[in-house]
């Protein structure tokens, strides 16, 4: 029986647009189902205005702190609506780039509606039956909500409240330190709340290399930002007004409370009993090809679990694409998935850790660590503190990398692209622009050199007795 569609994607975020208009391109027939807007979380509630207020943030820290090069301000007053407005801006400005006019002129019927699965085959919204050969879930996560006794009682904040805020919280506690909790945390510090951060585990960052998170828990502290580790918030009370959370021994009292301890994927209203797709507790099951248990299901981005960051919803797309629309053949390989954490300062990643290296290859892993206090671009913008750290094989083979530092989301790619390219650790000592931080990248690379050379006897006795017997010559 013919169906409707080449391919009904439903949810118009970072995955499911992508998806969208290159089917479209393709002369697919396309239906998008969105429930609220396009651009999903990343335009709305992520990426977009939390890069934007960590920017206005950064500027605050940097006029406070501009004495150290000679220039003396009264402190900054700083307006916090104003802001805000900044970070709407942005949003604005992006959004055409995700309009439903946009996607309809690529050819792509936009559907606003929150439908469910009925069948294997067919999906109902706003009282309509559609069929597709192929079907794409991204409808992307949600702030988790811990189960905590108390928090709904007093109230909190989320990522889809935070950025609409009109005032800046006196004092903020938040509960989690992964990227959430320590990129707005720093951010909204720096603007004037004073913030505590809740830290189930002994250090922030915990999915980072321990040494790097550490550089930024270090300036963190520096920074005035109140850190409790090995901590879980356990119950929160209201008390004359205020917030009162109990965590282990500690008691913290604040004006508002940010949830950012993990994602919950956005599965609960598509039925997807019916359509024969099964759930896990990260998000949906996917095989390597990002097919569901329904092999003409696929799914793609947050909604899956796995990495969530805006490019891997992007590149898993990209697979799904290929595999929806033609044949299932194309499979996702998570070897070389950069990522960064925009706090001050950056630390940005790719590949393994030296744990993992070390469990992987024993002996064969050598650390080549750069300090940034080494490269004199870092020297003369008085941003000296953390490292570059490659972390490679005997044969030069890259198994990792992570930045901490300035611009490290940016540095990182240079070692991305060596690493995707399966070119060894030596790439990465070409000729580099002096004085640039990118420094940091050919300083470390040219250390396997060096340390193989300090290691080897016999090179070391081989060019001494080189260069005895060309003196003898003279
Ligand atoms: C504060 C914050 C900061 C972040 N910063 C970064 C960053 O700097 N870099 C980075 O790479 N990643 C970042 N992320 C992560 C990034 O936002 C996500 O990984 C990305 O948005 C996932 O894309 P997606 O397509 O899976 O989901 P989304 O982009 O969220 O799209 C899902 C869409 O599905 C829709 N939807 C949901 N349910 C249904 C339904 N039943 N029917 C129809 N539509 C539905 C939603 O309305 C939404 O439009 C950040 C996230 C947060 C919360
Ligand atoms: N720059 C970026 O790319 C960026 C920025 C923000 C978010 N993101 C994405 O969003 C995802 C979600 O971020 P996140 O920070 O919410 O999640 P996360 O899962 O990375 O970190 C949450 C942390 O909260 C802790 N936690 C859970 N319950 C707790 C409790 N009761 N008390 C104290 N701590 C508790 C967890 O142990 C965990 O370490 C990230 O994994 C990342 O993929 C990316």
Redesign the pocket.
């Known amino acids: 029986m013919a169906v409707d569609y080449d391919i009904i994607v439903i949810g118009g975020g970072s995955g499911g647009l992508v998806v969208a208009s290159a089917a479209a391109q393709l002369k697919a027939k396309v239906a998008l189902v969105e429930r609220d807007r396009l651009g999903g979380d990343c335009l709305w509630f992520?990426?977009v205005p939390?890069?934007s207020l960590i920017h206005a943030s950064r500027r605050a820290y940097q006029v406070k702190n501009a004495a150290k090069f000679g220039i003396h301000t009264t402190s900054p007053t700083i307006n916090f609506a104003e802001a805000i407005a900044h970070v709407q801006q942005v949003i604005k400005n992006i959004e055409p780039h995700d309009s439903p006019q946009r996607f309809q002129g690529l050819g792509v019927e936009v559907i606003f509606g929150d439908g469910q699965f009925i069948d294997a085959k067919t999906f109902a919204v706003n009282g309509k039956k559609l069929t597709a050969r192929a079907f794409v879930i991204a409808t992307g996560?949600r702030?988790?909500i811990?189960n905590?006794p108390g928090l709904t009682e007093a109230g909190f904040l989320t990522?889809e409240q935070v950025f609409s805020l009109e005032k800046c919280p006196k004092s903020l506690a938040i509960?989690?330190?992964?990227?959430?909790?320590?990129?707005?945390g720093q951010a909204v510090s720096r603007l004037g709340s004073e913030v505590t951060i809740?830290?189930?585990?002994d250090h922030i960052?915990?999915?980072e290399e321990p040494e790097a998170a550490r550089v930024v828990e270090q300036q963190f502290q520096a920074e005035g930002i109140r850190i409790l580790p090995k901590?879980?918030?356990?119950t929160v009370e209201i008390a004359q007004g205020k917030k009162l959370i109990k965590?282990g021994n500690n008691t913290v009292i604040v004006d508002e409370i940010l949830?950012?301890?993990?994602?919950s994927p956005n599965v609960e209203s598509l039925n997807l009993e019916a359509a024969g797709v099964a759930v896990e507790p990260g998000g949906i099951k996917v095989n390597e090809k990002l097919q569901t248990t329904n092999s003409r299901i696929y799914a793609c981005g947050?909604v899956i679990g796995g990495?969530?960051?805006?490019h891997?919803a992007g590149y898993e797309a990209v697979v799904v694409l290929t595999n929806a629309l033609f044949f299932p053949v194309s499979k996702v390989n998570y070897r070389v998935i950069p990522?960064?954490?925009?706090t001050d300062p950056e630390l940005a990643r790719v590949g393994l850790t030296e744990a993992q290296a070390k469990a992987a290859y024993g002996d064969d892993v050598y650390i080549l660590r750069q300090q940034f206090s080494d490269v004199d671009r870092a020297q003369a913008e008085g941003e000296t503190g953390g490292f570059g750290k490659i972390i490679v094989r005997g044969n030069g083979d890259i198994l990792g990398a992570h930045i901490v530092g300035p611009v490290a989301?940016e540095l990182i790619h240079e070692v991305v692209l060596a690493m995707a390219n399966n070119l060894k650790v030596s790439a990465l000592t070409g000729i580099h622009v002096y004085p640039t931080l990118s420094e940091v990248n050919s300083k470390a690379a040219l250390l396997l050199k060096k340390r193989k050379f300090a290691e080897s006897k016999w090179q070391q006795s081989l060019l001494n007795r080189f260069f005895d017997w060309r003196r003898s010559l003279h």
């Open positions: 992520g990426c939390s890069k996560s702030a988790a811990p905590i990522n509960i989690g330190a992964g990227p959430i909790g320590c990129e707005l809740i830290s189930s585990r960052l915990p999915k901590s879980r918030a356990e965590a949830l950012a301890s993990g994602r947050d990495y969530q960051f805006t891997v990522w960064a954490t925009f989301g």
